[in-house]
């Protein structure tokens, strides 16, 4: 009828005169390039009707078929443009998904990413006098030092009531677990109790704070309970000795002055004289806002490792670099 095709007649099968598609060859132009687009588009028209992966996968089939059969798209050029768009691509977050789209896609493993260091991390090569690499990670506090220093400076207490109060110490925990990322160890005496945040009651070691250490990789040493004159300092020996085998940082604002010359072990004694300025962590409570925070001083890390091997003056540290060189 109307509209449909008719079977050649009498005057078909000629040259196709003006207006019409002529065969492939010289003179094309937008007649292929117009029966091409149509092809495609009839293509992704006819998935449209169906719906999911079924409706893609067979569109894309029908697409590349098009296209081996377009003298626009041969074997060698399509290569070429893949690898082209790849390249441009090679590095970025979606060369991944890019390359699932794409034949001929360099499946070469990729180097894994650096990972970079945290601020926490100290890089020093230096290794104490036995050897030993350093636990920049690591930090033996001394609670009770902390805990009476905050019960002084943020509470107003004095003798003879308890100094050592449990909030000084939790503060302490989670500014070096959070803002420091270090694994701390704490030491505190046996059976010890005291206020939990001016609380009128004594209360044992509070258990967010031994939670804290724990999943911080530390975990807490109880000291025991010795008698004697010799032992009167015993949780100051303990955070020198936990310090020690850890090979690590240790925290009181004591300044040792009596184990720096009577520690009876020797290796213990000569470790601390030596590393004492660059292990022995310092802090402080603000009065008024009661935060903590650690006194790191003006000297860089690498430098301290060195035991005074390499003498600066503070001119020097105006433009001394604060990584190891």
Request: aromatic fraction near 8%; glycine fraction near 10%; proline fraction near 4%.
């Amino acid at each position: 009828g109307k509209g449909q095709a008719q079977a050649p007649g009498k005057g078909q099968g000629k040259t196709p005169g003006k207006g019409q598609a002529q065969a492939p060859g010289k003179g094309q132009g937008k007649a292929q390039t117009q029966t091409f687009r149509s092809k495609i588009l009839k293509s992704h028209q006819g998935a449209f009707h169906k719906t999911g992966s079924e409706a893609w996968s067979e569109a894309k089939v029908k697409t590349k078929k098009v296209f081996q059969t377009s003298s626009e798209w041969t074997a060698e050029g399509g290569v070429k443009r893949k690898k082209e768009k790849a390249a441009k691509v090679k590095n970025s977050a979606d060369a991944g998904a890019y390359a699932d789209n794409w034949e001929g896609w360099d499946e070469t493993p990729k180097p894994a990413l650096k990972k970079k260091k945290s601020k926490a991390e100290v890089v020093v090569d230096a290794l104490d006098t036995e050897g030993r690499a350093y636990q920049l990670n690591k930090v033996v506090v001394n609670f009770a030092n902390v805990g009476a220093t905050f019960g002084k400076k943020v509470l107003g207490r004095a003798h003879p009531m308890p100094l050592f109060d449990w909030e000084g110490v939790r503060r302490c925990v989670m500014y070096l677990t959070g803002e420091k990322k270090k694994a701390v160890t704490g030491v505190i005496m046996e059976n010890f109790s005291a206020p939990d945040n001016n609380s009128r009651d004594r209360r044992d070691l509070p258990a967010d704070i031994k939670r804290m250490c724990d999943t911080s990789g530390g975990g807490i040493e109880e000291v025991p309970r010795v008698t004697g004159k010799n032992h009167s300092s015993v949780d100051d020996e303990v955070t020198i000795r936990c310090a020690y085998r850890r090979n690590c940082y240790f925290m009181d604002n004591d300044n040792y002055r009596d184990w720096l010359a009577q520690m009876h072990d020797d290796k213990i004694r000569t470790w601390i004289n030596e590393n004492q300025d660059f292990l022995q962590m310092r802090y402080f409570f603000d009065s008024d806002l009661g935060s903590f925070d650690v006194l790191e001083g003006n000297m860089p890390p690498w430098l301290l490792a060195l035991k005074g091997k390499e003498e600066v003056t503070k001119t020097d540290l105006w433009t001394l670099s604060r990584k190891k060189r």
